[in-house]
Structures are given as structure tokens and as C-alpha cells.
């Protein structure tokens, strides 16, 4: 038999690779807003753009920076008392809606996207849970999000 065979892992992967370890966010380490009375809660995480240049003093000319994906595995939302009726929970790549949902029940609710949501390079993820009524108070969170690693 000619030729040479690699060894792979149970996905199918070469048996050495591995995925590279999310990053903190930098922006907002614990991923999580709480919202005023009657009012939005927003949380907004951002990445680099992928503006300028890859080169470090002393290290020669190098390719632009590449702009990197936030990665969004999961999201919570919860209202303080049942909200009014039709109050939307948005989330959002840039200005495009990705995910969106009616809420009428107080408590939390826990979203998990299988594989994780990957949102375009460059782009801010915004997480909005729309107001919910006089007194009513929303929080939002992103808790396993994370910037890609380069």
C-alpha cells in the first residue's frame, strides 16, 4: 500500500487539532445588562474591524489585520413582571436581525444555538430585550460569548 495514512481523531479531524481557546470579551467581561424601568436593555459587544496593518515595529511588512467574529453560543433574557404584550427580545449581526422572539412571561429564558451563532467578521453583536411597561425591567446577557482567536 503506497502512500501514508494520518490518524484522526473521532471527528474525523487530524488526531493534533484543536480549537483555539475563546478570548474574554475586552468590552464587557461579564456579558450581562441590566435595563431601567421601562425602558431597553442593550448589550452591545464588539471586535476589531480589521483595520490597518499586521506588521509590529521591528517585524517586517505583514498582511492587513484580519477582522474577527464574535461567537455567540447561548443568550439569556428576563423581565422583572410578565411585560406587554408583544415586547421582542432581538439579537442582532451588525444591523440584521438574526434571532428574535416574543416574551409575555416573567423569568428567565436560557437560548442555545447549536453550533453557535458566528457573526460576520467586523461586525458588533447587539442584544436587545424591548421594554416591557410601566415599572417592568428586562436584564440581557451573552454569557459564553466571545471574539474569535486569530
Same mark, same amino acid.
Given at each position: 500500500?503506497?502512500?501514508?495514512?494520518?490518524?484522526?481523531?473521532?471527528?474525523?479531524?487530524?488526531?493534533?487539532?484543536?480549537?483555539?481557546?475563546?478570548?474574554?470579551?475586552?468590552?464587557?467581561?461579564?456579558?450581562?445588562?441590566?435595563?431601567?424601568?421601562?425602558? +431597553?436593555?442593550?448589550?452591545? $459587544?464588539?471586535?476589531?474591524? *480589521?483595520?490597518?496593518?499586521?506588521?509590529?515595529?521591528?517585524? @517586517?511588512? =505583514? #498582511?492587513?489585520?484580519?477582522?474577527?467574529?464574535?461567537?455567540?453560543?447561548?443568550?439569556?433574557?428576563?423581565?422583572?413582571?410578565?411585560?406587554?404584550?408583544?415586547?421582542?427580545?432581538?439579537?442582532?449581526?451588525?444591523?440584521?436581525?438574526?434571532?428574535?422572539?416574543?416574551?409575555?412571561?416573567?423569568?428567565?429564558?436560557?437560548? +442555545?444555538?447549536?453550533?453557535? $451563532?458566528?457573526?460576520?467578521? *467586523?461586525?458588533?453583536?447587539?442584544?436587545?430585550?424591548?421594554? @416591557?411597561? =410601566? #415599572?417592568?425591567?428586562?436584564?440581557?446577557?451573552?454569557?459564553?460569548?466571545?471574539?474569535?482567536?486569530?
Amino acid at each position: 500500500m503506497a502512500g501514508s495514512l494520518q490518524k484522526l481523531n473521532v471527528f474525523g479531524y487530524p488526531a493534533d487539532w484543536t480549537l483555539e481557546p475563546p478570548e474574554p470579551n475586552p468590552c464587557d467581561p461579564n456579558n450581562t445588562v441590566l435595563g431601567s424601568a421601562n425602558a +431597553d436593555a442593550v448589550l452591545t $459587544l464588539t471586535t476589531d474591524a *480589521g483595520q490597518g496593518s499586521g506588521a509590529s515595529e521591528g517585524s @517586517g511588512p =505583514a #498582511g492587513p489585520v484580519q477582522a474577527r467574529p464574535v461567537i455567540v453560543p447561548q443568550l439569556f433574557y428576563s423581565y422583572s413582571a410578565p411585560p406587554a404584550a408583544g415586547t421582542l427580545v432581538i439579537l442582532k449581526d451588525g444591523n440584521n436581525v438574526i434571532f428574535q422572539e416574543y416574551c409575555r412571561t416573567i423569568g428567565a429564558a436560557q437560548i +442555545d444555538f447549536h453550533p453557535p $451563532l458566528r457573526a460576520t467578521p *467586523g461586525n458588533s453583536v447587539t442584544l436587545t430585550a424591548k421594554a @416591557g411597561g =410601566a #415599572g417592568i425591567t428586562a436584564v440581557v446577557s451573552l454569557p459564553n460569548a466571545y471574539v474569535l482567536a486569530e
